[in-house]
């Protein structure tokens, strides 16, 4: 298995810009979640979804955020616009769900810079 | 200017020597629980876990103990290597609930 797949691994960009991060789950797995990691705030939950379903975005900044997922193998998290406290590392992670566990597989991540 | 950052619990050990790394977790409705280690420039990587109808569960060098009494989760790493440096994390969930709660976090460094 290929494991949980992000691109891009880098994104550089300037502020202001739209920035489109990419993820593509393992597949078999009902669940489908973006975090972004900081040395200021650690590990947060931006958004979770059921079977392609958003089932909790508390965790989103602001509207300047919004995530999708179109169809069981591939999400996009979207920025814009972008500001420079936006950089941080965000990370996709699956899990298979329907009862089987609850552990969740994270992808390599997305560091985002925006200067 | 720059922010300040986490201030990470760090643990040093001498390499072949055991670790163990804690997490005190605070909702006494978690059953589920989960060590991640996360290496320089890489996601979390899955690498125990442990439900709360036990409480102790071993993996290849790693052993995962849970006191539910205190709630208190525990990682011991056996005979560590330099590639155990990492950065632990624990994280614990309720039954039926998809959100994992992460800690902060624990950087373990390995001396030669």
């Known amino acids: 298995d290929a494991g949980v797949i992000q691109s891009p691994r880098h994104e550089v960009t300037e502020m202001g810009q739209e920035v489109t991060l990419r993820c593509k789950p393992i597949s078999g797995h009902d669940y489908l979640f973006w975090y972004r990691q900081t040395m200021m705030r650690g590990l947060e939950l931006l958004i979770y979804?059921?079977?392609?379903?958003?089932?909790?975005d508390s965790g989103m900044p602001e509207d300047r955020f919004s995530a999708k997922m179109p169809n069981a193998s591939f999400s996009t998290l979207k920025i814009q616009p972008s500001e420079p406290r936006d950089s941080a590392v965000y990370f996709c992670?699956?899990?298979?769900?329907?009862?089987?566990?609850?552990?969740?597989?994270f992808g390599p991540g997305t560091r985002l810079t925006v200067l | 200017g720059e922010s300040v950052g986490l201030h990470l619990p760090t643990l040093s050990v001498q390499e072949g020597d055991n670790s163990i790394i804690n997490c005190a977790y605070s909702?006494?409705?978690?059953?589920?629980f989960i060590w991640y280690k996360q290496e320089s420039g890489k996601g979390p990587q899955f690498i125990i876990d442990i439900r709360s109808n036990m409480d102790k569960r071993q993996g290849q060098r790693v052993t995962v103990l849970l006191n539910k009494t205190v709630k208190h989760l525990s990682l011991q790493i056996a005979a560590t290597q330099p590639g155990d440096s990492a950065v632990y994390f624990c994280?614990?969930?309720?039954?039926?609930?998809?959100?994992?709660?992460f800690g902060q976090g624990t950087r373990l460094t390995i001396n030669p």
């Open positions: 979804f059921n079977n392609n379903v958003p089932i909790d």
């Open positions: 992670a699956s899990s298979p769900g329907q009862g089987r566990t609850d552990t969740q597989y």
């Open positions: 909702n006494s409705a978690s059953d589920y």
């Open positions: 994280a614990e969930n309720t039954q039926g609930a998809q959100k994992l709660v």
